[in-house]
Nanobody, 115 residues
Framework: QAKFVESGGGLARAGGSLNLSCTAI????????MGWYRQSPGQQRELVAE???????NYADSVKGRFIISKGDAAFTVNMQMNSLEAEDTGIYTC?????????WGQGLQVTVSA
């Protein structure tokens, strides 16, 4: 089992910034990958950004150059700085943790960007 503590969502103006944070709490063997998906209105769920145990990061094309994902200081923590927000970034952002054995999901955060 896993419990997620997610924070940082909310309302922002276009051009503004938000910082999402997520900590997964549980008995995990190790971290393989951690990141954020989002579900935007009328769109399929997409991977926004992730980092993996090898130190690599990956971003959706739509957020490259604007979002920065990083490993938090605490174990199983991920932060994502979202800059130059656009109305199209509106959606529910869900944190996930992938271990060698399982994938775990957070509850999701609403992010709304006003034009």
């Amino acid at each position: 089992q896993a419990k997620f503590v997610e924070s940082g969502g909310g309302l922002a103006r276009a051009g503004g910034s938000l910082n999402l944070s997520c900590t997964a709490i549980g008995s995990f063997t190790s971290l393989y990958e951690m990141g954020w998906y989002r579900q935007s209105p009328g769109q399929q769920r997409e991977l926004v950004a992730e980092f993996n145990s090898g130190g690599s990061t990956n971003y959706a094309d739509s957020v490259k150059g604007r979002f920065i994902i990083s490993k938090g200081d605490a174990a199983f923590t991920v932060n994502m700085q979202m800059n130059s927000l656009e109305a199209e970034d509106t959606g529910i952002y869900t944190c996930y943790l992938l271990t060698p054995l399982n994938q775990y999901w957070g509850q999701g955060l609403q992010v709304t960007v006003s034009a």
